[in-house]
């Protein structure tokens, strides 16, 4: 399977308190994502890194990529009750023209207030 | 949801009936896919299109169909639903490496 995997699988910490949630996959990459959802609701795009790029921030989110060891991590700081959700990686093949991607299984992760 | 809409969006139906998931998009995006989601794979991709009547297979297309006759609109069809085809499906636009997911349809097959 060319599926992301996401680690861990859940995640629990309290407000303010930083979540960190690492991603491994298989394949040579164009770039990789990584999406949010809300519970019953669809995938909301966060960040896309390029395979050219080791790490990108956006507001909270801090994204890190490492084309060497196949991996990305996704650092949410200082999170909020608003952050519970589930949260997925997704990869695109290189040389790709389709915009397919591959997504993990997600981790769940849970702010307590 | 940028314009992505989903219909039904609960559906119950018996084993050996067909179904038709619709997708209609106003963003006018050229790519489109369903995928469904299930506890412990993640999002898995059924079917794309990269435009009109132009359609492909993704990881798991056995027992499904799609159709894309208008930019906006993808269907997705079982012929004769099976238990193992209940699930959460998603449709999804695409533009600029950025995919738009729909609200989804929950699918049960009894």
């Known amino acids: 399977s060319q599926q992301g995997e996401e680690d861990p699988q859940a995640l629990s910490i309290q407000e303010g308190e930083n979540a960190t949630m690492n991603c491994s996959y298989k394949?040579?990459?164009?770039?990789l994502q990584w999406y949010r959802q809300n519970s019953g609701r669809g995938l909301v795009h966060l960040i896309l890194?390029?395979?050219?790029?080791r790490e990108k921030h956006s507001g909270r989110l801090r994204v890190t990529l490492d084309t060497s060891k196949k991996s990305s991590s996704l650092l949410i700081t200082a999170s909020r009750a608003a952050d519970t959700a589930s949260y997925f990686c997704?990869?695109?093949?290189?040389?790709?023209?389709?915009?397919?991607?591959?997504f993990g299984r997600g981790t769940q992760l849970t702010v307590w207030p | 949801d940028a314009g992505i809409t989903q219909s039904p969006r609960h559906k119950v139906t018996e084993t050996g009936t067909p179904v038709t998931l619709r997708c209609h998009q106003t963003?006018?995006?050229?790519?489109m896919y369903w995928y469904r989601q299930d506890p412990g794979h993640g999002l898995r991709l059924i079917h794309y299109?990269?435009?009109?009547?132009?359609?492909d297979k993704g990881e798991v297309s056995d027992g499904y169909s799609v159709s894309r006759s208008k930019t906006e609109d993808f269907l997705l069809t079982l012929e004769s639903a099976t238990s193992s085809q209940t699930s959460v499906y998603f449709c999804?636009?695409?533009?600029?490496?950025?995919?738009?997911f729909g609200p989804g349809t929950r699918l049960t097959v009894l």
């Open positions: 997704a990869t695109e093949d290189r040389g790709s023209t389709l915009g397919r991607l591959y």
């Open positions: 394949t040579s990459i164009n770039n």
């Open positions: 890194i390029r395979s050219n790029e």
């Open positions: 963003e006018n995006h050229r790519y």
């Open positions: 299109s990269y435009g009109v009547k132009d359609t």
């Open positions: 999804a636009t695409e533009m600029g490496n950025e995919q738009f």
